[in-house]
């Protein structure tokens, strides 16, 4: 059999170190220079208690009102500026954009091609006739598909020609 295990000794207590005394005040009339205390950094200080503690606890130094307010402040305003410059670009539209109404509709005489395989026939175009500003008109080809989804009257909204461009 073993022996119990001895009890642990109890810890002493020390005695707290006594504060420092101010420096006694300067005789009177004499001008003595008054220490400026030097800015310091002050790091967070991580307190931790006893092992087995889950995490040690941080301890920032506190702000004033007017730090958290002028923060508080900036943070508004540069989420303010994201959003008007995504509002802005959702709503820019590029020199090159051309707007129109479409006029008329019309499709060019199948013209005859000739392959590898022989004659065919081939559709040489849709178009469709689109007015832009007072007197622009302006002559849009499409494929058959696109072209059946506009009719006289409707809105279109088609790049420049790439000559016109810039």
């Given at each position: 059999m073993s022996a119990p295990d001895p009890e642990p000794a109890p810890k002493k207590l020390e005695p707290k170190?006594?504060?420092?005394?101010?420096?006694?005040?300067?005789?009177?009339?004499?001008?003595?220079?008054v220490p400026v205390p030097k800015?310091?950094?002050?790091?967070?200080?991580?307190?931790s208690g006893p092992p087995g503690e889950k995490k040690p606890v941080l301890v920032l130094p506190t702000s004033s009102r007017r730090e958290t307010l002028f923060t508080v402040v900036i943070v508004i305003v540069v989420v303010t500026l994201i959003g008007l410059a995504v509002y802005q670009m959702g709503t820019e539209t590029s020199p090159n954009l051309l707007i129109g109404t479409v006029t008329e509709k019309y499709v060019d005489?199948?013209?005859?091609?000739?392959?590898?395989?022989?004659?065919?026939?081939?559709?040489?175009?849709?178009?469709?006739?689109?007015?832009?500003g007072d007197r622009q008109y302006l002559i849009k080809t499409l494929p058959e598909e696109e072209w059946?989804?506009?009719?006289?009257?409707?809105?279109?909204?088609?790049?420049?020609?790439?000559?016109?461009?810039h």
């Amino acid at each position: 059999m073993s022996a119990p295990d001895p009890e642990p000794a109890p810890k002493k207590l020390e005695p707290k170190p006594e504060p420092a005394k101010p420096p006694p005040p300067p005789a009177a009339g004499a001008t003595a220079a008054v220490p400026v205390p030097k800015a310091v950094a002050v790091r967070p200080k991580v307190v931790s208690g006893p092992p087995g503690e889950k995490k040690p606890v941080l301890v920032l130094p506190t702000s004033s009102r007017r730090e958290t307010l002028f923060t508080v402040v900036i943070v508004i305003v540069v989420v303010t500026l994201i959003g008007l410059a995504v509002y802005q670009m959702g709503t820019e539209t590029s020199p090159n954009l051309l707007i129109g109404t479409v006029t008329e509709k019309y499709v060019d005489a199948p013209e005859l091609g000739v392959s590898t395989k022989g004659v065919k026939t081939v559709d040489s175009g849709f178009h469709l006739k689109v007015r832009v500003g007072d007197r622009q008109y302006l002559i849009k080809t499409l494929p058959e598909e696109e072209w059946n989804r506009y009719k006289v009257g409707d809105t279109i909204k088609f790049l420049k020609p790439p000559e016109e461009q810039h």
